[in-house]
């Protein structure tokens, strides 16, 4: 199965979809925000929210503005978007994501391992035909290639006879911030099922969520040298 390309009747998507919802924000709200505000009203991290304005002001459809200050202080900055930006449909994705990860967080018996079955299935689904690494470092690479075409931004470095994956962005950051066990069980499913149908000799050997904000880090083991198998639990990084 093929990742489905964005939707070209809406010009706004060239974006993707974490920057569509950030223009999305600033045009509903039709005002100067600062990042901390957008970063509000889309359940993410501050630093997350500036990324993304600040790749939208590049692309000229926001505009940066500081704040005029009469008393001591650092001014802040705020954005607005433009008026000729192509509008940003808000889309009620992440409601239906909450909706489902709160339901199997609370009705299945186990939901992390649930999560990773439905992860893994749809994984294998999504594997390119034809493809079949034979090393770690290719392992690791399709691994990246294949999960940025659903929104993840990751980079992959081999250590030996093991690979590691720093994903430095995540389509699952908002939902995960509230059903953590189960939606980095679903990420790590992507993976093993991706692996696994392509027949990689290539294990999931951990996924650390949220080691820092909006950062996680996946390691894979050639097979045989597998040390876990279980999602690893970090505590969130705190709010800086």
């Not at 010009?11 to 993707?16: L, P, S, V």
């Not at 696994?196 to 000799?201: N, S, T, Y």
């Amino acid at each position: 199965m093929s990742i489905p390309p964005p939707d070209r009747a809406e010009e706004a998507q060239r974006f993707g979809p974490s920057r569509s919802r950030v223009l999305a924000v600033l045009q509903d709200l039709g005002a100067p925000a600062t990042a901390a505000e957008v970063a509000g009203r889309l359940g993410a991290h501050p630093n997350t929210a500036r990324f993304h304005l600040e790749a939208l002001v590049a692309a000229g459809v926001v505009s940066r503005e500081r704040e005029e200050r009469t008393t001591p202080g650092r001014p802040r900055t705020h954005y607005v978007a433009e008026v000729a930006a192509p509008r940003a449909t808000q889309r009620s994705y992440r409601l239906l994501a909450d909706i489902l990860a709160t339901h199997l967080a609370s009705s299945a018996d186990d939901p992390a391992r649930e999560a990773a079955d439905a992860g893994r299935t749809f994984g294998g689904l999504a594997a390119p035909a034809g493809e079949r690494p034979g090393s770690l470092s290719a392992a690791a690479d399709l691994v990246v290639e294949t999960l940025s075409g659903m929104g993840f931004e990751s980079r992959p470095a081999v250590e030996g006879d093991r690979a590691r994956i720093d994903v430095i962005a995540c389509p699952f950051l908002e939902v995960a911030t509230q059903h953590l066990d189960v939606v980095c069980a679903v990420h790590r499913g992507l993976m093993e099922g991706l692996l696994e149908r392509v027949g990689a000799p290539v294990d999931v050997e951990s996924l650390e969520p949220l080691v820092g904000p909006s950062h996680c880090v996946a390691r894979l083991a050639r097979r045989g040298r597998r040390a876990g198998a279980e999602v690893r639990r970090s505590s969130p990084a705190p709010a800086r």
